[in-house]
T-cell receptor
């Protein structure tokens, strides 16, 4: 086990709703990255947070937003959900923001109906 | 050209077989390369980092060819427990994000 936890494990929402996913990083890790993995695809980078600041963003629209808290835990918020947002959302924590090994949590499986 | 390309497979091999996966990448500025393993409906886990000099970890050997922009993974003496999806991964130019391939599915049968 990596020590990275995510909640909830599964979630079902309908189009247009909003969702918040949570991640607790491994002890001592100050960097959290979020990834979206659609069925049959590799994970895609959404964004990274380092010491409560966004530190890089992938090709995702602004309705995907995040937060990192002083204890380095993090939230991913998605507004105006679309059917294509159905995916496994993975959180990864690391000791450093560049080049460090990233440890993944078990993910949150989001289904949008 | 896509950022990273992998043969999706599936590769179906008997126990004891040797199997090789290749992966090509387009960003010559990438600094770090990895192979991750992902079991069905689980999170990806780091299998091994890949270095230009090549590196080995037990039955697994990884190679990086920067000139041709590809990495490879060789698995010798395949076990049933090796059945999984193997993801080719490298970092973006800033070193902050992992860029994943779609993965290659391996199925080892007895």
């Amino acid at each position: 086990e990596t020590g990275v936890t995510q909640s909830p494990t599964h979630l079902i929402k309908t189009r247009g709703q909003q969702v918040t996913l949570r991640c607790s990083s491994q002890s001592g890790h100050n960097t959290v990255s979020w990834y979206q993995q659609a069925l049959g695809q590799g994970p895609q980078f959404i964004f990274q947070y380092y010491r409560e600041e966004e530190n890089g963003r992938g090709n995702f629209p602004p309705r995907f937003s995040g937060l990192q808290f002083p204890n380095y835990s993090s939230e991913l918020n998605v507004n105006a959900l679309e059917l294509d947002d159905s995916a496994l959302y993975l959180c990864a924590s690391s000791l450093q923001r560049e080049g460090g090994e990233q440890f993944f949590g078990p993910g949150t499986r989001l289904t949008v109906l | 050209r896509k950022e990273v390309e992998q043969d999706p497979g599936p590769f179906n091999v008997p126990e004891g077989a040797t199997v090789a996966f290749n992966c090509t990448y387009s960003n010559s500025a990438s600094q770090s390369f990895f192979w991750y393993r992902q079991d069905c409906r689980k999170e990806p886990k780091l299998l091994m980092s890949v270095y230009s000099s090549g590196n080995e970890d037990g039955r697994f050997t990884a190679q990086l060819n920067r000139a041709s922009q590809y990495i490879s993974l060789l698995i010798r003496d395949s076990k049933l427990s090796d059945s999984a999806t193997y993801l080719c991964v490298f970092t973006n130019q800033a070193g902050t994000a992992l860029i994943f391939g779609k993965g290659t599915t391996l199925s080892v049968s007895s």
